[in-house]
T-cell receptor
Framework: GAGVSQTPSNKVTEKGKYVELRCDPI?????LYWYRQSLGQGPEFLIY????????DSGLPNDRFFAVRPEGSVSTLKIQRTERGDSAVYLC????????????FGEGSRLTVL | GEDVEQSLFLSVREGDSSVINCTYT??????LYWYKQEPGAGLQLLTY?????DMKQDQRLTVLLNKKDKHLSLRIADTQTGDSAIYFC???????????FGAGTRLFVKA
C-alpha cells in the first residue's frame, strides 16, 4: 500500500489477556519503529528495527512487551498479561534509513484494557 | 538524558502569526523536526531543519534554530483555522535513528 498500515485500529481486551498489534510499513522502508502515545502526551519510543533485527529496544517498558519483524517487512508488537496501564495508542512508523530520518506514521492501534 | 520540552497550549486569532517553541537536550542531533497531528490522524512531518542551519523557510512556515541555547521554534504566518492541530517538536539522537518527541503544543485558532 501507499502508507503505513496498522491493524486492528481498535482493540478492547480484558486485564491479563494477550494482544498482538500488526504493522505493515511502506514498501522498501528498511527501518521500522513502534511508539506508544498516551492521552495528552507525545509519542514515546518503544523499539526500532533495522531490517529483521531490533537495533534498539531500550523503550520497551518491561518483559511483557515484545516485537518481531521476521522477514524485514511486517512487524508485530506483542503484549502479554495486559494491564490497564497499557491502554494507549500504539503507533508504528517506517523510514528510509538513507534519508533525513523522516518518519511515516500509521494511524495507530488504540488499545483499551478493561 | 534525551528530552524535548515544549509549551502545551497556544491560542491565536485567524490571520495572526503563531510561534511554537521547543527546547531539546541532545546537542549532537543532526536533524530537528516539526510534526503535525490532526484529530484522529497519524503524525505527519511538517518541516525539518538540519543542525548546521539556523533558519529554514517554507511558504508560511519559518523554523529558527539556536544551537547555543538548544532552542527550536516554528512560526506559522497568517494562521488559518485549518492549522488547528497538535504540533510536536522532535530530535533524532546521536549515532542512531531514534527520534524523541516532545509532549506536543495544542494550537487553537479562533475565527
Amino acid at each position: 500500500g501507499a502508507g503505513v498500515s496498522q491493524t486492528p485500529s481498535n482493540k478492547v481486551t480484558e486485564k491479563g489477556k494477550y494482544v498482538e498489534l500488526r504493522c505493515d510499513p511502506i514498501s522498501g522502508h528498511t527501518a521500522l519503529y513502534w511508539y506508544r502515545q498516551s492521552l495528552g502526551q507525545g509519542p514515546e519510543f518503544l523499539i526500532y528495527f533495522q531490517g529483521t533485527g531490533a537495533a534498539d529496544d531500550s523503550g520497551l517498558p518491561n518483559d511483557r512487551f515484545f516485537a518481531v519483524r521476521p522477514e524485514g517487512s511486517v512487524s508485530t508488537l506483542k503484549i502479554q498479561r495486559t494491564e490497564r496501564g497499557d491502554s494507549a495508542v500504539y503507533l508504528c512508523a517506517s523510514s528510509r534509513r538513507e534519508s533525513t530520518g523522516e518518519l511515516f506514521f500509521g494511524e495507530g492501534s488504540r488499545l483499551t484494557v478493561l | 538524558g534525551e528530552d524535548v520540552e515544549q509549551s502545551l497550549f497556544l491560542s491565536v486569532r485567524e490571520g495572526d502569526s503563531s510561534v511554537i517553541n521547543c527546547t531539546y537536550t541532545d546537542s549532537s542531533s543532526t536533524y530537528l523536526y516539526w510534526y503535525k497531528q490532526e484529530p484522529g490522524a497519524g503524525l505527519q512531518l511538517l518541516t525539518y531543519i538540519f543542525s548546521n542551519m539556523d533558519m529554514k523557510q517554507d511558504q508560511r512556515l519559518t523554523v529558527l534554530l539556536n544551537k547555543k541555547d538548544k532552542h527550536l521554534s516554528l512560526r506559522i504566518a497568517d494562521t488559518q483555522t485549518g492549522d488547528s492541530a497538535i504540533y510536536f517538536c522532535a530530535e533524532i539522537t546521536t549515532g542512531g535513528f531514534k527520534t524523541i518527541f516532545g509532549a506536543g503544543t495544542r494550537l487553537f485558532v479562533k475565527a
